[in-house]
Every structure is written in C-alpha cells, then in structure tokens.
C-alpha cells in the first residue's frame, strides 16, 4: 500500500525557488556594480569579491562544522549579502574590516537565528552598521568618484565628502552648503558615497528589472520615496533657506538602493499589502529624522533594521483573512 505525505495547504504550485529570486537580485545589482568600478576602479571590484567571499565561507563553516545541517551556499543568499554590505560601504574600506562585517552579517544577522527565512534583520545591515559602529572613521571617509579612464583602473582613491555629510557638518540643509554637486551628478553617481549607491538611474534599472519579474513588490520602496519626498517637501516649504528641495534627498545617500534592495527582503518585510506601506511609511520617516536632526548624515541603514523589528507586530495587524474562513457580521 502507498502512502502519501502530504504537507500542510496552501498548496501551490510554482517554479520559482529561492535560488532563481537572489540571483535575480544580483543581476539587478550588476548596473550599479559596473558603474561603481568605472568610478571607483580596483577598490569597488576587490571589496565586492571579499564581501562575497567571506559571506559564503562563513555560512559553509557554520553549517559544516556547527549547524551540521544542509549546505545552502549555492542558493545565492549569502552572495546577495556581500554584494550587499560591499555597496553600503566606502571603496576604500580596509579590506580587513570588510572581512569582519562579512562575519558579523552571516553568523550573527544570519546564521544565529536559524539561517535563511529565520532571521529578523537584514543581515547586510547589521553588518554595516557594526562596522559604523565600531570603525567610524574608516566607514565614514568616502572616496571621490573618478572615472577609470581618467584616473586609471589602479588608481589611489581621492576622499572628500558627501553631499549628506556636508549639509549635516554646515547645519543647513540648503544647496549653497552642496557647492558644484550638480543634480545630475547625483543621478548618473558622480559623487562620493558608498560605492554601490552612488547611481540612482543604474539601481533604478535594476529596481525596474525585479518589479518587472515580480521579485519585489513596489508598495514598500514607493511608501518609502513618497513619504521621505512629502515629509522633506513639508519642511522644504517651510524654509526653504534652512532645508534642501525634497527631490535632492531622494538620490542623496543609500535612499534608492535601500527602499528597493533592502527594505523589500522577503524575510525581513512585511507580508500583506498594507503592512509594507506602513513598514514603507515608517522607514521613510525615520530616515528624514536622522538625516534632518540626528547625529549621522544618512538615517536609511537604521530606519530599515528598526522597521524590521516591527514586522512580527506589523504581521500580526494585518493579517490576511484564512481562506474559507468567513468574518462575523458586524450589527
């Protein structure tokens, strides 16, 4: 006699696997990757193949030798994590420390809480913000961006500062603090910054490319642009001589490059539609908070790991209606 295992509903079918979606994700980062080494040269290129290295050694190690379960390196999650945290740090991070992020972001944003779809954070984040945390002066020193035809593929990195950081050491947030920094500048990535947010019009393509094949959901990122866009305009509005028009924050810093690759992590994100707008709606407003009032110049990193510590709460608000199940009537 036969006999049938049968796992609990809902019972779908697909053929999408959690392989297929991070290596689409990866190739949605490959815009911004290419343009970060055309500016960034031999820096962007070796920090990115540590991160990743050392992400996926790590995550083999604790499986082999301390989970002792089912290897999952090839899944590409692990990989999507050092590209990740690589783009979220300056070029010219000694590569030392990026090696210490990259454990820090798998055996402890990861591999601590169970692996992949246990973790609460996302674990490139925790990984960068430790490293702000304990290295500020290293992973607050950006390079000058400076295309490798000019500069040469080789060359030693120039460091200056970032839009961000020169409105938040002026105390206005007003464009006569920025100087030359044109606009346009900001959207093509000729700037300083973390190598990987620099270019808005690459990381959008790239955004458009996983809306497109249905990876990610445009609720959270477009939550996030609009409500950082409404709440800086408000203050825009109010004095304009004190504050920058809202346009400017939305391809300043990480902003792009975390409402569409970050915020929107499957794990770590809410699961019903109006969930990811709350979730959307609340990192954008911690974000301005910082960038406006706080201590740091960029608020995007901490904004999303709070929010992510909200998402059971946020899940449990809005859960989606069993299916088969009718609600009480309400007299």
Not at 82 to 87: E, K, N, P, Q, R
Not at 141 to 157: L, Q, S, V
Request: charged share 10%; aromatic share 12%; proline share 6%.
């Amino acid at each position: 006699m036969n006999k049938y295992t049968i796992s609990g509903s809902p019972h779908v079918h697909s053929t999408e696997n959690t392989r297929k979606i991070m290596y689409r994700v990866l190739l949605a980062l490959l815009p911004a990757l290419l343009v970060a080494i055309y500016y960034f040269g031999w820096y962007a290129l070796r920090l990115t193949l540590v991160t990743v290295a050392t992400c996926m050694l790590t995550e083999w190690l604790i499986q082999k030798f301390l989970i002792k379960g089912p290897l999952t390196i090839n899944d590409g999650s692990a990989a999507l994590t050092g590209v990740l945290l690589a783009f979220n740090v300056p070029a010219n991070l000694p590569i030392w420390m990026a090696i210490v992020g990259s454990v820090v972001a798998i055996g402890i944003g990861k591999m601590a809480f169970g692996g992949l779809g246990k973790n609460p954070f996302n674990p490139a984040l925790v990984g960068r913000v430790f490293m702000l945390v304990s290295f500020p002066t290293a992973m607050t020193t950006w390079p000058k961006a400076a295309p490798i035809f000019e500069a040469g593929f080789f060359t030693d990195a120039v460091t200056g500062p970032t839009p961000l950081g020169i409105l938040k050491e002026s105390g206005r947030q007003t464009l006569e603090q920025v100087g030359d920094m044109q606009f346009l500048d900001m959207v093509l990535g000729n700037r300083g910054g973390a190598f990987g947010e620099v270019c808005a019009i690459a990381l959008i393509l790239g955004a458009i490319y996983l809306i497109a094949r249905k990876v990610i959901d445009i609720a959270t990122p477009l939550s996030i642009l609009l409500t950082v866009f409404v709440f800086t305009g408000i203050c825009y509005l109010i004095d304009p001589t004190q504050y920058i028009a809202p346009w400017y924050h939305l391809v300043y810093g990480g902003l792009i490059l975390g409402a569409f690759f970050m915020a929107t992590d499957m794990v770590t994100s809410p699961m019903t539609t109006k969930g990811k707008i709350l979730f959307g709606v609340g990192i954008g407003i911690i974000t301005v908070v910082i960038r406006l009032w706080g201590a740091y110049p960029e608020g995007v990193s901490f904004a999303i790991l709070i929010m992510n510590a909200f998402t059971p709460l946020i899940n449990k608000a809005f859960k989606p209606q069993v299916f088969g199940v009718v609600k009480p009537s309400k007299k």
